[in-house]
């Protein structure tokens, strides 16, 4: 049987049905996980897609880590299981305190929308198992909120644990030592701001979006296997 | 007793603050060069009950912590009046 993977959608998720078509590109067989779910029972990994969950008010992500699937994203991650955000999934994990720091407003106040170049720096985690560290991926970002901040310790911290897992050729969002995407200290909870789904046909430009993708799809396989 | 709250939320020293910054970089435009450190925020208002101003303004700064600020990036500040603020409604 294929990996399962769940698909959080948010009132005003905007991205998950391109997720599920990825993910299934990726080899994967995914659905959609309305956030008043309390159980994500049955599935190997999740994945909180991108758009503007309830709305982006006060903050982006602020109000969905309430969101009674929450719980369960929190308890299965606990469980070792693999979680990713990515764009505003990654914020939504930030204010849930999943991941460390914070993203905040871009510098300039600029809105980036385009197809960038990042490097995986860590290839331990559960988006890039078996990536080998310096492959350059051409994604594109799309978001206002992206810049990536954190304390010294905590940037110290993530190096060291080697949740830095992605990093812009190109900065261009402000975000601190160019970070594009960072782990949990387990490698299992992964945030991104640059979009995989949106990078996984050659009619969109790049696949290389296919290459995490296949990589969350192993690593929920070898999770399921352990 | 009921209480009239005002929660100021700002980011962090340190963090950068692109509105503010922006903001203060058109001010001499409009005559206002004498203006320095623009700092961008928001501000919250709620009315609440409490038995005494102690108990308001720690509910009110718990609801601050908990949702009103990501205290990662942002402090704030809590104003508390046991008589409506200016600008309030009724």
Known sequence: MSVRVGVVVFPGTNCEHDTVAALERAGASAALVWHTAESLEGFDAVVLPGGFAHGDYLRPGAIARFSPVMGAVARFAAAGGPVI???NGFQVL???GLLPGALVKNRGLRFVCMPVDVRVESGSSALTAGVAPGTVLRIPVNHFSGSYVCDDRTLRDLWDWGGVVLRYVENPNGSVDDIAGVANAEGNVVGLMPHPERASDTLLGSVDGLVL?????????GVRAA | MRFSARVEVRLRKGIADPEGATIER???????DDVRDVRAGRAFRFELEAPDEEAARR????LAARLLANPVIEDTEVELRTT?????DG
């Open chain 2, 84 to 88: 409506p603020l200016p600008g309030a």
């Open chain 1, 94 to 96: 930030t204010e849930a």
């Open chain 2, 59 to 62: 509910r009110a700064e718990q």
């Open chain 1, 85 to 87: 955000g990515i764009c």
């Open chain 2, 26 to 32: 058109a001010l001499p435009a409009l005559g206002f």
């Open chain 1, 213 to 221: 993708l296949r990589a969350l799809v192993a690593t929920a396989a």
